[in-house]
């Protein structure tokens, strides 16, 4: 039995905690999903107002649970050079 994830749009954001990186919504049996979240720069129109103005919108890689947080809140990924902070 598997579990889809749900239209994203049809999902409340969730507010990212301090210094959180990873995913903490829970499946059904009660589990933390821990996946790593990623800032969302394609996020469409309609999801991004739901966030509070100046927020960047996260989303989990593994559940595609949205959250919203201040801007660089996650440590970026060290890269020597050429940092793509688009997500290419
Ligand atoms: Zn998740």
Known sequence: METR???TAER???ALRPNQTNCDEKDEKGR???GPL????TAPVEIRQK???GMVLYRCQACLTIYYGP???LPLRRVPRRVSILGW
């Open 5 to 7: 994830p749900q239209p």
């Open 12 to 14: 409340p954001l969730k």
């Open 71 to 73: 801007p660089r809140e």
């Open 32 to 34: 933390p999903c821990w």
């Open 38 to 41: 990623k800032v969302w720069h």
């Open 51 to 53: 966030a509070p103005e």
